[in-house]
């Protein structure tokens, strides 16, 4: 009676790989992270269970997941997603000026969800942290 299961992309592959995965009906989420999720993954597990696949993302620096996109069979990419609660993505430039939607930036990360730094590192915390 599994509801929600959270894999790494390479692991939900192998995952999507059991032939068993069609008699899983009491599956109705799963969460993917850690790695990149590639778009024919998503299609092929979507194929295969109507359970809602959903993918996280939150870097190192992150205490947690920061955004969040549910997938769909229609997706050509599948891309981070929008923010959590309580936390703020921006794309900024060289200047650190904010940049519109769909420009090439740096990914900048505001919030209750950010680190305080890095143990024990304080000139990696210094590069890494506004």
């Known amino acids: 009676r599994v509801t929600t299961l959270h894999?790494?992309?390479?692991?939900?592959r192998?995952?999507?790989e059991e032939p068993s995965l069609v008699d899983c009906q009491s599956l109705r989420q799963v969460f993917a992270?850690?790695?990149?999720?590639p778009?024919?993954?998503?299609?092929r597990f979507m194929g295969l269970h109507p359970a809602a696949l959903v993918n996280l993302?939150?870097?190192t620096e992150a205490a947690i997941d920061v955004s969040v996109w549910r997938c769909s069979v229609d997706d050509v990419i599948v891309?981070?997603?929008?923010?959590?609660?309580?936390l703020r993505l921006y794309i900024l430039d060289e200047a650190m000026q904010p940049l519109p939607i769909g420009s090439i930036g740096e990914l900048y990360i505001g919030g209750v969800g950010?680190?305080?730094?890095?143990?024990?590192?304080p000139d990696l915390t210094e590069?890494?942290?506004l």
């Open 79 to 86: 891309p981070i997603g929008k923010p959590i609660a309580n």
């Open 114 to 121: 950010v680190a305080r730094g890095y143990l024990k590192r």
């Open 39 to 43: 778009v024919d993954l998503v299609r």
């Open 14 to 16: 192998a995952f999507v």
């Open 127 to 129: 590069e890494r942290f």
């Open 7 to 12: 894999f790494v992309p390479s692991m939900l």
């Open 33 to 37: 992270s850690g790695e990149a999720l």
């Open 57 to 59: 993302y939150g870097p």
